[in-house]
């Protein structure tokens, strides 16, 4: 039913220069477009519910297809990968979120775990009807080059390519930025399969003309790039930017107004002043209303670490019906009929 809901415009032109036959993003038994889903080996659909290792048949789903998802880290951090993930699951399913099952991982969770054990981990709790759309790093391409192909050496258990948050500093990252992305494509190329991992750059420091250089430099390749936008990304990027806008991202401050205005208060979101606000139906139903394509939503805004889970919970909870409303409102103008955004909005991932 999220059928041309965050497609991933970006991904599907990387399927098609890899000439990567089409893949259904679901794991429901009928397309509805007729494509073949993912293999699932039966027997191994259990193994996430026993604690048995994950393996790309019955892992978790990726970003194509991924209507909404929720940072783990607006949770503060209980146990492993795993433990944690089901924490955020269960705080999600308790105040009726929908796509409780798509979770944004946050790798400043990872401490000393493998990139594969970090994601494997999640993935146990996640299981195989759920998603992990993206690993949200803070790593800038020119500082943090070794982490970065740390990850982009990885082999997530994720079945299809999982998306992975980097943010560009400045005009001296793009060099790194155009090898990062060709180093993956040609190991993609010979491979002849979809990457496990794409980058995703956040749009928010940079400003047009380090984009531009960027477009430049990458060449056909820029057609294949997946850009995160927020509430507080300069609207003129968002407009130069929109082919290329996958992922919007919606700040969960300490406070919401009947309006929606949020109040991040303590709350440190990329590119926003501290104690910054915004409102959230403005930007999810107007400002984005430029994009071409209806992108994923994730909920983000990383928990203080004196605040309570409890409280974490109630943050989220508040915000969800005007995130509903606001998605509603989006979807109905790029053309999606009021029945299908209920039932998007009734599934768990």
């Known amino acids: 039913m999220g059928c041309r809901i965050a497609e991933n415009k970006p991904l599907q032109n990387l399927r098609f220069k890899l000439g990567v036959a089409p893949e259904c993003h679901s794991t429901r038994q009928r397309c509805a477009q007729g494509l073949s889903a993912p293999e699932v080996e039966p027997a191994l659909l259990a193994n996430s519910m026993v604690g048995l290792p994950v393996v790309k048949s019955n892992a978790p789903m990726g970003a194509a297809g991924a209507v909404l998802g929720y940072c ?9 990968s795993q ?5 955020v699951i269960n705080a999600l399913s308790r105040i009726g979120a929908p796509w409780s099952r798509s979770i944004e991982l946050f790798e400043g969770y990872r401490n000393g775990e493998t990139v594969d054990e970090f994601v494997s981990g999640a993935a146990v709790a996640i299981g195989s009807e759920g998603r992990i759309p993206i690993l949200i790093t803070g790593y800038d391409p020119i500082l943090h080059v070794d982490k970065i192909r740390e990850i982009f050496d990885a082999k997530p258990v994720v079945r299809q390519t999982m998306l992975v948050r980097i943010v560009p500093q400045s005009e001296a990252s793009l060099d790194v930025v155009a090898s990062l992305v060709k180093g993956l494509y040609t190991r993609a190329q010979e491979k002849g399969e979809m990457p496990a991992v794409w980058p ?12 531009e250089a960027l477009r430049a430099k990458l060449g056909d390749l820029w057609s294949t790039i997946n850009i995160a936008v927020n509430p507080f990304t300069p609207r003129e990027l ?10 919007a991202q919606v700040a969960v401050g300490e406070k919401i107004d009947a309006d929606g205005t949020v109040h991040l208060n303590r709350i440190k979101i990329t590119g926003a002043p501290v104690g910054g606000t915004y409102n959230l139906e ?11 394509e209806i992108p994923t939503f994730i ?7 004196d605040l309570p889970n409890a409280a974490n919970e ?3 909870a508040v915000v969800i019906p005007h995130l509903k409303t606001s ?8 053309g999606v009929d009021g029945k299908t955004a209920e039932e998007v909005l009734s599934m768990q991932a």
């Open 72 to 80: 783990a880290a607006l949770f503060n951090k209980v146990g492993g």
């Open 83 to 87: 433990e944690h993930a089901s924490q």
């Open 200 to 211: 995703l750059f956040q749009a928010t420091t940079l400003e047009l003309r380090a984009w």
């Open 238 to 247: 968002i407009e130069a930017l929109a082919d290329q806008i996958t992922v």
């Open 282 to 292: 403005q930007y999810v139903a107007g400002q984005l209303l430029v994009l071409p």
């Open 299 to 305: 909920l983000l805004g990383p928990s203080p670490t």
């Open 314 to 316: 109630e943050r989220v």
């Open 327 to 334: 998605c509603k409102a989006l979807w109905s103008a790029k």
